[in-house]
């Protein structure tokens, strides 16, 4: 079974920055993608990295986030910049092959 797992969450302010990683023990030369979930919501696509490296994201965060993956370490990463309180939430990550993290807790404070 492939594990993914979840890394760099934590409490920022506002305005400030976070890089999420993605580890992975399986290829990521197919799709990948973060979603969040906020408490009492419903998970969210945030951004998508297709094999072809193209990459879509939600309207809420385009030019703020920008994901990317590096092959090699079989890694995803979410740099996440000028946050906001809005952008609180638990963010996984997935293949797409119905494998998912675990999550990593994202707080912005204001």
């Known amino acids: 079974q492939v594990q993914l797992v979840e890394s760099g969450g934590g409490l920022v302010q506002a305005g400030g920055s976070l890089r999420l990683s993605c580890a992975t023990s399986?290829?990521?030369?197919?799709?990948m993608g973060w979603y969040r979930q906020a408490p009492g919501k419903q998970r969210e696509l945030v951004a998508l990295?297709?094999?072809?490296?193209?990459?879509n994201y939600a309207d809420s965060v385009k030019g703020r986030f920008t994901i990317s993956r590096d092959n090699a370490k079989k890694m995803v990463y979410l740099q996440m910049n000028s946050l906001k309180p809005e952008d609180t939430a638990v963010y996984s990550c997935?293949?797409?092959?119905?494998?998912w993290g675990q999550g990593t807790q994202v707080t912005v404070s204001s």
């Open positions: 399986g290829g990521i030369l197919n799709s």
């Open positions: 990295i297709h094999s072809g490296d193209s990459t």
């Open positions: 997935t293949n797409y092959r119905g494998d």
